[in-house]
């Protein structure tokens, strides 16, 4: 059973309509992160949480928000999607300071047209 | 810079043949790990390296960590059409509260 979860799978948005992708976990993990993996450049992180109602700015946050309302639950907001936005996105958590293992969803493809 | 290095970034072989490889950095690794990933999935890790000169063998994959902590291999024997991947070497950042992922190197194995 997927330990970490992400919906929607996959989705298309429009230029400057808004996006929310959404991750679940029920490792009981602290550490939550949004990354992004775009061909080319491996895995970028976006923004991370290491408590609920907390986040903190990754390498590339510019263009994102991240919610965390409890400990299993980690959003990524894109408030005004862009063209540059489309990727494959990976959420992902680890139980805690160190981030050595790392448990990744499955993923979720944004095309934004 | 915690900027990792991997090489070669593309390859394919023929079942059978062995595979290497590569992560460098200008830094140290604190730790370093290496992580596999399958078309529509997320990454796994595969293995973690802690000290300096670490070998690590897992069936017939072995996994070594340089002496000075800035680089490491990862070899595959008889590589199998299951092996392919993107093979990704991670660092924890100096604040180790996030990876820092290299770009990967991207096998494919014909059969």
């Known amino acids: 059973e997927a330990a970490v979860t992400q919906s929607p799978r996959s989705k298309v948005a429009v230029t400057g309509g808004k996006v929310t992708l959404s991750c679940h976990q029920t490792?009981?993990?602290?550490?939550m992160y949004w990354y992004r993996q775009d061909t080319g450049h491996g895995l970028r992180l976006i923004h991370y949480s290491y408590v609920a109602d907390s986040t903190e700015k990754g390498d590339i946050p510019d263009g994102y928000k991240a919610s965390r309302p409890s400990q299993e639950n980690f959003s990524l907001i894109l408030e005004l999607a862009s063209l540059s936005q489309t990727a494959v996105y990976f959420c992902?958590?680890?139980?805690?300071?160190?981030?050595?293992?790392?448990?990744f969803g499955e993923g979720s493809k944004l095309t934004v047209l | 810079t915690q900027r990792l290095e991997q090489s070669p970034r593309f390859l394919s072989i023929q079942e059978g043949q062995d595979f290497t490889a590569r992560c460098s950095s200008s830094t140290t690794f604190p730790q370093l790990y290496w992580y596999r990933q399958v078309p529509r999935e997320g990454p796994v890790i595969l293995v973690t390296?802690?000290?300096?000169?670490e070998v690590k063998e897992q069936r017939r994959m072995t996994a070594k960590f340089g002496e000075a902590r800035k680089n490491s291999s990862l070899f595959i024997a008889r590589a199998q059409p299951g092996d392919a991947g993107i093979y990704f070497c991670t660092r924890a950042s100096s604040s180790f509260s996030k990876l820092v992922f290299g770009q990967g190197t991207s096998l494919s194995v014909v059969p």
């Open positions: 390296l802690v000290k300096s000169g």
């Open positions: 490792n009981n993990h602290d550490y």
């Open positions: 992902a958590s680890s139980e805690g300071q160190g981030a050595g293992q790392l448990y």
